[in-house]
């Protein structure tokens, strides 16, 4: 078993190599489609929403993959051959003060206009109510896991580190989620 994972794995080192962009958008698609069928079990759904799915699998392919890749390369043109703590600190800064929320952004967007199908006007509405917690929230989380990212990942693994994490906070949202409806409803 241990010759088969080391194996798939040199098999994908060999392909962020070869074609890192596309790799990484594949890796982010893959896991994000995995999240949220752990998050739709959770949240207790019979049979799975496969249209959610996908939908959620595209953004992952479409957006996350290939914005962490142009973002962890930007970030080594503007940091180019500077290392050590305080620019691990400067690089999570930044990340936290415009790919954050950005990204955060976006993605409320995407899912309420393409995943769920919501109007402009009532996405507009839920991201002005809920867009502020959100940011303050990823605020609490992320730099950590920016600041383990940038300190100990290599360049080319970043966007896979970014991509796990990812999958594992939106199934802790929805586990959250859950308890949340549950207590209300006690």
Excluded at 137 to 166: C, D, E, G
Aim: charged share 20%; hydrophobic share 45%; aromatic share 12%.
């Amino acid at each position: 078993m241990a010759e088969v994972v080391a194996e798939a794995w040199s098999a994908y080192l060999r392909q962020l190599q070869r074609r890192p962009l596309r790799t990484k958008a594949i890796t982010s698609g893959v896991l994000a489609g995995c999240s949220d069928a752990v998050a739709q079990k959770i949240a207790g759904v019979k049979k799975l929403q496969l249209r959610r799915l996908f939908l959620i699998m595209l953004y992952g392919f479409a957006y996350a993959g290939p914005f962490g890749h142009f973002l962890h390369k930007i970030m080594e043109i503007i940091f180019k051959g500077k290392k050590g703590k305080e620019t691990t600190a400067k690089k999570v800064i930044l990340e936290q003060l415009t790919s954050s929320p950005w990204n955060n952004m976006v993605f409320m967007m995407y899912y309420g206009l393409v995943v769920e199908g919501r109007p402009l006007s009532q996405v507009r509405s839920k991201i002005r109510k809920d867009y502020p917690t959100v940011q303050l929230t990823a605020w609490k989380f992320w730099p950590v896991v920016s600041w383990i990212n940038y300190q100990y990942m290599p360049l080319q693994l970043r966007v896979l580190f970014h991509s796990f994490v990812a999958s594992c906070w939106a199934v802790f949202l929805n586990l959250k989620a859950r308890s949340t409806i549950a207590a209300k409803m006690e």
